[in-house]
């Protein structure tokens, strides 16, 4: 649905729902409803022809096939011109037990677009009601933008469905966007605690705050945490000055955008293959990723590095520890191993991929 109507300050403090359409070709619909206005129309033709003998016909005494779809036209229509007339008994009756209610659906069919456009505004908002009951541990995204969409994509690639995406906007065209692509979107302020409830975000498991301005990120982070204290909330960020702050206002990990893309730009301008290793760690589902997962019972007591999978680092108490700094690990921990997956496209087509064996996500 195009969101055409002028966005004020009012609505995007209050925000408002939009969900992802199923698309349909409305010629398609048409030629369908006129289908079955026909099939309605020969059906009680053939009733008619069938009992032509209890039916008399003014004009010439007889009814014949032109006779019957007449009969069923002006029938059907309500019309009733009275020069075709059921006389016998089993006529009569056939017309009260199937022509009269094939009557009510030939009506029902012709009017059907007119009744669907009355009933679109009580049935949306029924939809949405339906939604926002049933909206439990999804994803708040907050910003539609490159960073937004991408946080998605890996998300999606992890296993996270795409019902379980919520998207929180203030441009019409990025919900529009959304709605496009699938995603239920809230055309809104996200630095508002009302256009966060409309998102669900007290009921959420996670929020993305994918912003253009620290400011916002700050804001939104603040007025999440107050809503759930429990979500994951990770932020993105400009400028690394203002990290601090967000981790008052609630955030569990921050991106500094500019300086992440600088570190990376310098590995790369010293190791390109070094930099082409630390991009494809970034990409879940091809080629090398980074997982955690918990430690199986026969790891406990063994050494990260003694593990089947590279182990990069041990999560213990709420904090990343080096492999090095663990001797043995223990039932409670997780860890962070590379795996290896199929690539979907190989950059390197010369390369032998027999000398490659999938690890650890085969």
Sequence with gaps: MAITEKVSALGLSRGWIFLPEKRFDPVRQIWRRVLYALAVLSVVATIVIIERSGYNDNSDGEVDWLDAFYYATVTLSTTGYGDIVPVSDTARLTNILLITPLRI?????????TFQVLTRSYREQLRKDR??????DHTVVIGYGTKGYSAIQ???ASGVPSDQFVIVDQRPALVEEANRDGYAAILGDATRSTVLRKAGVPNAQRVVIATNRDDTAVLATLTA???NPRCVIVA????????ALLLRSGANAIVTSSEAAGRLLGVAA?????GEVFTDLLVHGDGLELVERPVEPSEVGKRPDQLAEPAIAVLRGGHA????EVSSLLSTDRVVVVGCRPRLSDPHPEADSGDIAPQGLG
């Excluded at 939604?131 to 439990?136: A, K």
């Excluded at 520890?321 to 090095?324: C, K």
């Design 105 to 113: 659906a030939f009506l029902a069919i012709l009017v059907g677009t």
């Design 131 to 136: 939604w926002r009951d049933t909206l439990r």
């Design 154 to 156: 890996q998300l999606a």
């Design 225 to 227: 945490r107050e809503l």
């Design 236 to 243: 993105s960020i400009r400028e690394s000055e203002n990290e």
């Design 270 to 274: 010293n190791s390109p293959a070094v």
């Design 321 to 324: 520890l080096t492999y090095r």
